[in-house]
């Protein structure tokens, strides 16, 4: 029963990864053996020219800089206001904590078409288009999902530290920062795993605020690629991949952490 069950996951693993695969080994050929009857998912000749060549068509790295400064400003700001807010939600007493709590949950609900028109008007009000701040700021305001985790977390954690730590002369903010973080990293590192993943794949936004090439992220710099090299697919695959592996070393690196971040956050309701 468990070698067809280790079957089973295998094949749907395969199934996943199907794409990926195909991805890379499509980044390997040459432009005459993509378009073939036959799949060749390993090909012969490899070309691993096509990687310093599909880098040096577009200005990769200053896309890399403008990314990874969006993405580390985004988790920065995501963790710090949502562990704040989801420590007021688990922790303080207050009038309508339990109604706003439930009306910051109801705007997971609303799909992010409904926002899209109101904040751009608002950013465009403020100056903001044209710049990063449209794609930064709204970090620092929390998210709804991530504030939703870090309070089921924050709630796993004996109230008796946070009595203990009262009695000690702490204060609010001194549990939320001495006591209730240090216990929190799972779901911290969690929080800042989504918020990295969805900067870095970020395409919507950067492709309605960024007007200057020289501000492009990699997800928009891969779309002018596309557009400048459609026909050399061989070339785009190799970008993709490109932009799409520090994302599973990421996830890698943090997979402990953040299976036990998720099953940790959904102990306690």
């Known amino acids: 029963m468990r070698g067809i069950r280790y079957a089973v996951l295998v094949a749907l693993s ?11 080994s499509t980044s390997l050929k040459t432009p005459e053996k993509i378009f073939t009857a036959t799949m060749e998912w390993i090909p012969s000749p490899v070309v691993w020219k096509n990687y310093p060549d599909a880098i040096a068509r577009f200005p990769f790295w200053r896309y890399v800089g403008n ?7 985004t988790v920065l700001g995501t963790v710090l206001s949502s562990s704040l807010a989801a420590y007021a939600f688990a922790r303080l007493r207050f009038k309508a904590r339990e109604p706003l709590f439930f009306l910051m949950l109801a705007t997971i609900m609303l799909p992010a078409q409904v926002t899209l028109l109101p904040t751009f008007l608002l950013f465009r009000a403020l100056g903001w288009s ?10 620092f305001f929390g998210n709804p999902f991530s504030i939703f985790l870090l309070r089921q977390f924050f709630l796993t954690i004996p109230q008796e530290l946070s009595d203990a730590a009262r009695l000690d002369g702490c204060t609010d903010f001194g549990i939320f920062w001495r006591v209730l973080i240090p216990l929190a990293r799972p779901a911290l ?19 309605i605020y960024l007007h ?6 990699l997800a928009l710099g891969l779309q002018s690629f596309l557009g400048r090299h ?3 697919w061989n070339l785009l695959m190799a970008t993709s991949t490109v ?8 996830f890698l690196l943090v997979q402990k952490t953040f299976v036990k971040g998720i099953v940790l956050s959904g102990l306690k309701g």
């Open 14 to 24: 395969l199934l996943f990864l199907a794409p990926f695969l195909f991805m890379l």
């Open 67 to 73: 990314t990874l400064f969006i993405c580390a400003l």
């Open 130 to 139: 044209g710049s990063w701040l449209p794609l930064i700021v709204p970090a």
């Open 189 to 207: 590192a969690t929080v800042a795993l989504f918020a990295f993943l969805g900067a870095w794949t970020d395409f919507q936004g950067p492709l």
């Open 212 to 217: 200057d090439e020289s501000q492009y992220t």
């Open 230 to 232: 459609e026909s050399q």
């Open 243 to 250: 932009i799409t592996v520090p994302l599973i070393i990421v």
